[in-house]
C-alpha cells in the first residue's frame, strides 16, 4: 500500500536539542496530521493542519502545512526524554472518506 | 470523554483459524477505520465503517471483514488466518460526517498467529 515518504528514518539527539522532520508526498493532501506513538500503544495525535501554509503550534511542536500541499514538517523544539517515540505524518484526501494514508515513521531517541 | 477502547489487547491463533477484535468509538463519533501495523509495511488502511456501511476499503484480501453496529462499535474479523497476518490491529474514531477529518486511535490488539 502507499506510504509516504518521512525523513529522517530515526535520530538521536541530546536532551535540549531542537528537532525537525518532515514529511512528502507526490499527491495532494487536503488535511496534514502529525501523531506519536510509543511502543505498544496506538498512535496519539498531535497536530492537525487544513490549509496550504497553516502553521500551528502544539506547546513545543510546531507543523506546518508546505504551500504545494505536497508536504509537512514538524519541528520539536527544547526536546525532553518523554519526547521518545515513533512520530508519524499522515494525509487525508477529500473523496477518500475516512482513508488517512501514513508515513514511514520518524524514531526519535533523545540522550541526556 | 473516554477514549477509543480495544478488545482484546492481546491475542494468539493458529494458522487457519478465524479471529474477532472488538473497537468501541469515543462517544459521539460515527467513524471507524481499521488499519494494520507491521514493522515492513507499516499502517495500512484496511476499511471504514461509518452509521453501520462500509464507506472505504483498502487493499486487503476478502478474508479481512468487518461490520459496525447501530451504537458505532465496529468489529473486524479476519478469517483463515496466516502467518503474515501477525501485526497490531488499530481502529481509530472520528465525528465522520465531512467534517474535520482528526482520527483518534486506540491502543490496538496485539495479532500473533503461530
Known amino acids: 500500500g502507499q506510504q509516504l515518504n518521512q525523513s529522517p528514518q530515526s535520530m538521536f539527539i541530546q536532551e535540549g536539542e531542537d528537532v525537525s522532520m518532515n514529511c512528502t508526498s507526490s499527491?495532494?493532501?487536503?488535511?496534514w496530521l502529525w501523531y506519536k506513538q510509543d511502543p505498544g500503544e496506538g498512535p496519539v495525535l498531535l497536530i492537525a493542519?487544513?490549509?496550504?501554509?497553516e502553521l500551528t503550534s502544539n506547546g513545543r511542536l510546531t507543523a506546518q502545512f508546505g504551500i504545494t500541499r505536497k508536504d509537512s514538517f514538524l519541528n520539536i523544539s527544547a526536546s525532553i526524554p518523554s519526547d521518545v517515540g515513533i512520530y508519524f505524518c499522515a494525509g487525508y484526501r477529500t473523496g477518500t472518506a475516512s482513508k488517512l494514508t501514513f508515513g514511514t515513521g520518524t524514531r526519535l531517541q533523545v540522550t541526556l | 470523554k473516554a477514549g477509543v477502547t480495544q478488545t482484546p489487547r492481546y491475542l494468539i491463533k493458529t494458522r487457519g483459524q478465524q479471529v474477532t477484535l472488538s473497537c468501541s468509538p469515543i462517544?459521539?463519533?460515527?467513524?471507524v477505520s481499521w488499519y494494520q501495523q507491521t514493522p515492513g509495511q507499516g499502517l495500512q488502511f484496511l476499511f471504514e465503517y461509518f452509521s453501520e456501511t462500509q464507506r472505504n476499503k483498502g487493499n486487503f484480501p476478502g478474508r479481512f471483514s468487518g461490520r459496525q453496529f447501530s451504537n458505532s462499535r465496529s468489529e473486524m474479523n479476519v478469517s483463515t488466518l496466516e502467518l503474515g497476518d501477525s501485526a497490531l490491529y488499530l481502529c481509530?474514531?472520528?465525528?465522520?460526517?465531512?467534517?474535520?477529518?482528526?482520527?483518534?486511535f486506540g491502543p490496538g490488539t496485539r495479532l500473533t498467529v503461530t
Open positions: 499527491s495532494i493532501f487536503n488535511t
Open positions: 481509530a474514531s472520528s465525528l465522520g460526517a465531512g467534517g474535520p477529518n482528526e482520527q483518534y
Open positions: 493542519l487544513y490549509k496550504a501554509g
Open positions: 462517544s459521539g463519533h460515527r467513524s
